[in-house]
């Protein structure tokens, strides 16, 4: 079981979604899978989430375009993390993200957690 389960959903992310599945390989916390929900893209988001096949903590859904909630909601039942993120398919997590809500999360107890973007 992973400690996070980092949710992105995508749709036409090509350009952006490579960025932010680095940022979510590249932390300091390791335990952690990223899944991406892909709400029925046409550009080629599928083939740039391919390169990372080989990757056991990526995995990757393709599903009918039927919106950010229902696409959320395939990722959720896909996660095997104790935890969940929520991450958009052009944003990227700082190194120390994950580790900082897992500790976060620890010293207050189950409670919702948000990160400001700057």
Request: glycine fraction near 6%; include cysteine.
């Amino acid at each position: 079981m992973s400690l996070v389960s980092v949710i992105v959903q995508a749709f036409k992310a090509a350009a952006t979604i490579g960025a932010t599945i680095n940022s979510v390989l590249s932390p300091t916390l390791q335990d952690s899978e990223i899944i991406v929900s892909d709400d029925g893209s046409t550009d080629s988001t599928a083939l740039v989430v391919s390169f990372y096949r080989s990757d056991p903590g990526v995995k990757y859904l393709f599903h009918e375009n039927r919106g950010t909630s229902h696409a959320k909601k395939l990722a959720v039942r896909q996660a095997k993390g104790e935890h969940l993120a929520f991450l958009d398919s052009d944003d990227s997590l700082d190194r120390t993200a994950l580790e900082t809500m897992v500790h976060q999360f620890r010293v207050t107890g189950p409670v919702w957690l948000y990160c400001r973007c700057s």
